[in-house]
Nanobody, 122 residues
Framework: QVQLVESGGGLVQPGGSLRLSCVVSGSIFSIARMGWYRQAPGKQREKVAVITSVGSTNYAGSVKGRFTISRDNANNTVYLQMNSLKPEDTAVYYC????????????????WGQGTQVTVSS
């Protein structure tokens, strides 16, 4: 069974920093793309940042220059370093593993984590 376990969320003051982590466990051999998405109350889920297996990154315009995504392929882990946080960054952050080859099933799937709350408030 494949699981995505996120950690690192919490309450932080504006201008502060947080680092999110997501570990993918189970019968996964490789993951083409890993990313972070977020959903604020009353809004649709949106992409925050995505990183490919070779390190190419893509960021939402609203977080460029403030957030940095990275990954550890050997451990199927993705990170999101969030600096200069703003109240509008408040949301539930979800980890995504897309193009994940499950060697137990012999197929490629997309998986989501349960989400971790990030609240930016004074």
């Amino acid at each position: 069974q494949v699981q995505l376990v996120e950690s690192g969320g919490g309450l932080v003051q504006p201008g502060g920093s947080l680092r999110l982590s997501c570990v993918v466990s189970g019968s996964i051999f490789s993951i083409a793309r890993m990313g972070w998405y977020r959903q604020a109350p009353g809004k649709q889920r949106e992409k925050v940042a995505v990183i490919t297996s070779v390190g190419s990154t893509n960021y939402a315009g609203s977080v460029k220059g403030r957030f940095t995504i990275s990954r550890d392929n050997a451990n199927n882990t993705v990170y999101l370093q969030m600096n200069s946080l703003k109240p509008e960054d408040t949301a539930v952050y979800y980890c995504n593993a897309d193009g994940a080859f499950d060697y137990g099933l012999g197929e490629t799937y997309e998986y989501w984590g349960q989400g971790t709350q990030v609240t930016v408030s004074s």
